[in-house]
């Protein structure tokens, strides 16, 4: 979890309310990802960004928008939240240039929606 | 969309024994990656392949890229408890590119 940091660790809404987690990383990545993780089914990409200014879509966006601040900052917002966006929320940013693949995790931001 | 088909989705080993867990794709990769997730934490990039055919070893860890570009396998020897966790696999068309996660091959060890 090198210097990737996500806020908050925990959080529980009710549904119907938003909420922006936030993600940060100090180590001059270029991509940053958003991933959700549900028991069994793996870490599924919900929104990308290959560098500063751009985003794109992964595999379930639906519910879900997202920020590049800039190049450090990539945040995820719920605009109204949903009892199925219960889930655990990682972010992970990936150096693009150079021979070696670099890429770290966050600790995880653990969603509860009543 | 791509899938990944990742397998066994468990496994029960006692230590010392050697593991083998491999990774099936719908479309073409051109980069794999294998990591491992601890309980409560982020997943960790343990191996990164770039060519068809490549193997790379990181200490007791072994992946390969399947020749066709569309499988890699995991090799882990002489398994300890600390191997204890979840690995994924992971595959990327592009290095600017989305990156898609096989559902996971949990490992436990017994005693």
């Known amino acids: 979890n090198a210097g990737v940091t996500q806020t908050p660790k925990f959080q529980v809404l009710k549904t119907g309310q938003s909420m922006t987690l936030q993600c940060a990383q100090d180590m001059n990545h270029n991509s940053m990802y958003w991933y959700r993780q549900d028991p069994g089914m793996g870490l599924r990409l919900i929104y990308y960004?290959?560098?500063?200014?751009?985003?794109d879509k992964g595999e379930v966006p639906n519910g879900y928008n997202v920020s590049r601040l800039n190049k450090r900052e990539f945040s995820l917002r719920l605009e109204s939240a949903a009892p199925s966006q219960t889930s655990v929320y990682f972010c992970?940013?990936?150096?693009?240039?150079?021979?070696?693949?670099?890429?770290?995790f966050g600790p995880g931001t653990r969603l509860t929606v009543t | 969309g791509q899938q990944l088909n990742q397998s066994p989705q468990s496994m029960f080993i006692q230590e010392g024994e050697d593991v083998s867990m491999n990774c099936t794709s719908s479309s073409i990769f051109n980069t794999w990656l294998w990591y491992k997730q601890d309980p409560g934490e982020g997943p960790v990039l343990l191996i990164a392949?770039?060519?068809?055919?490549e193997l790379t070893s990181n200490g007791r860890l072994t992946a390969q890229f399947g020749i066709t570009r569309k499988d890699s396998f995991l090799n882990i020897s002489a398994s300890i408890p600390s191997d204890v966790g979840i690995y994924f696999c992971?595959?990327?068309?592009?290095?600017?590119?989305?990156?898609?996660f096989g559902k996971g091959t949990r490992l436990h060890i017994l005693p």
């Open positions: 992970a940013s990936n150096l693009l240039a150079g021979p070696s693949y670099e890429q770290y």
């Open positions: 392949l770039y060519k068809a055919g």
């Open positions: 992971a595959g990327q068309e592009n290095r600017d590119d989305k990156i898609i």
């Open positions: 960004s290959a560098s500063e200014g751009t985003t």
